[in-house]
Nanobody, 116 residues
Framework: QVQLVESGGGLVQPGGSLRLSCVAS????????MQWYRQAPGKQREWVATANPRGDTTRYSDSVKGRFTMSRDNGNNTVHLQMVSLKPEDTAVYYC?????????WGQGTQVTVSS
């Protein structure tokens, strides 16, 4: 069955870095646009970043642009989100999302907490 499993979250101090990973299985990963979303407590889930199926085009929300970098490795069915210069407002559960017109899937999320 389809699975998207995020990892790499944790507790980090402001200004620190984390690298999130999402490993996909059960579908043709290289045919899907991949996205990262995040959801803070009491907040609506917000879009963070997108990579096209080949991984040669990425887009970012204004709130993370210049600090986060998304990449994908189609050979390993994996996407990454490298996060630097983390701020307390980056605290959220981060979700991996796979999209095509026909089908789309969510991961279960990984917690990122930025706090001193």
């Amino acid at each position: 069955q389809v699975q998207l499993v995020e990892s790499g979250g944790g507790l980090v101090q402001p200004g620190g870095s984390l690298r999130l990973s999402c490993v996909a299985s059960g579908f043709t990963f290289s045919s899907y646009e991949m996205q990262w979303y995040r959801q803070a407590p009491g907040k609506q889930r917000e879009w963070v970043a997108t990579a096209n199926p080949r991984g040669d085009t990425t887009r970012y929300s204004d709130s993370v642009k210049g600090r986060f970098t998304m990449s994908r490795d189609n050979g390993n069915n994996t996407v990454h989100l490298q996060m630097v210069s983390l701020k307390p407002e980056d605290t959220a559960v981060y979700y991996c999302y796979a999209y095509t017109l026909r089908s789309n899937y969510w991961g279960q999320g990984t917690q990122v907490t930025v706090s001193s």
